[in-house]
């Protein structure tokens, strides 16, 4: 779905990128995991056309990304931190991005899984960061896509939320829906992810099925692996994978 080859990104005089090279299997759900600063976002902004790479292409569905953006109304984004205006209701909010997609979206049983229904007149400012990311989340799923990037997409949530938003994630993917998604928590990517991409200052040190990831370092837990590869430091002895082309 997504081929990612030689992508370069410096800001300034910081190198975050250093010749990446990814496929992103469709129908699957890839976790790119790594420290802070590793690129993850980067990555994924740089998918979504909001960052321009120096060096490199980015193709999806066989075509390499145009400037005009319209790939995206495929793509279904949670940002890691979203901004809008602090004045706007949550009920104007969601009419507003139903009305710049000129698209509209039942979103009756996410208000409802999500337990929105008292906030939907309030304003966002006065909103909690848990129930802003509510908010975020019915943004994201409002409509169908092929493709969901989420930037750390449990931020704030409580444990009836998160289950609410794993049985999302795996619904749409049972429906064909790929998914792209960074987070700092492992028994999540255990429970949900195909695939593992794993970034280390700007570099890929693993590429490939999770279970090959424990399997190569003779682990049964995710965040063991994570820990012998961060032991190496990048010293080229943990080598990337590749996963089938889907």
Same mark, same amino acid.
């Given at each position: ?5 030689? +992508? ?14 990814? @496929?992103?299997? =469709? ?6 995991l790594g420290p802070?600063?590793?690129?993850? @976002? ?7 056309? %909001?960052? !321009? ?11 390499p990304l145009d ?18 205006? /602090? ?11 139903? &009305? +710049? =997609? ?8 996410? !208000? ?10 309030? =304003? ?15 943004? @994201? ?30 619904? =749409?993917?049972?429906?064909?829906? @790929?998914?792209? %998604? ?9 429970? %949900?992810? /195909? ?26 837990? +995710? ?6 590869? +961060?032991?190496?430091?990048? &010293? ?11």
């Open positions: 779905m997504i081929e990612i080859k030689d +992508l370069y990104k410096s800001f300034g005089k910081n190198q975050v990128l250093k010749g990446v090279d990814l @496929t992103i299997p =469709r129908g699957q759900i890839t976790a790119v802070n600063g590793s690129g993850k @976002t980067t990555v994924l902004k740089s998918i979504l056309g %909001l960052v !321009v790479p120096d060096q490199g292409m980015i193709t999806y569905q066989g075509h400037k005009s953006g319209n790939y995206r109304h495929q793509i279904g984004y949670l940002p890691q931190i979203a901004r809008f205006p /602090d004045n706007l209701r949550v009920r104007e909010l969601f009419d507003m991005i139903q &009305d +710049l =997609r000129s698209e509209k979206s039942d979103i009756s049983s996410l !208000v409802e899984n999500f337990k929105l229904q008292p906030f939907m007149r309030q =304003r966002l400012r006065n909103l909690s960061g848990g129930t802003r990311q509510k908010v975020n989340t019915i943004l @994201t799923f409002m409509f169908d896509c092929e493709l969901y990037i989420l930037d750390e997409p449990t931020a704030g949530l409580d444990p009836v939320a998160m289950i609410k938003l794993k049985e999302l994630i795996t619904n =749409r993917q049972e429906q064909g829906s @790929t998914f792209l %998604l960074t987070t700092h928590i492992m028994s999540l990517v255990e429970e %949900l992810a /195909d695939h593992i991409i794993f970034l280390l200052d700007g570099r890929i040190h693993y590429h490939g099925p999770l279970q090959d990831l424990k399997s190569l370092h003779g682990e049964a837990n +995710l965040e063991r692996a994570i820990a012998r590869i +961060l032991e190496s430091n990048g &010293d080229g002895s943990t080598k990337s994978k590749s996963p089938t082309h889907a």
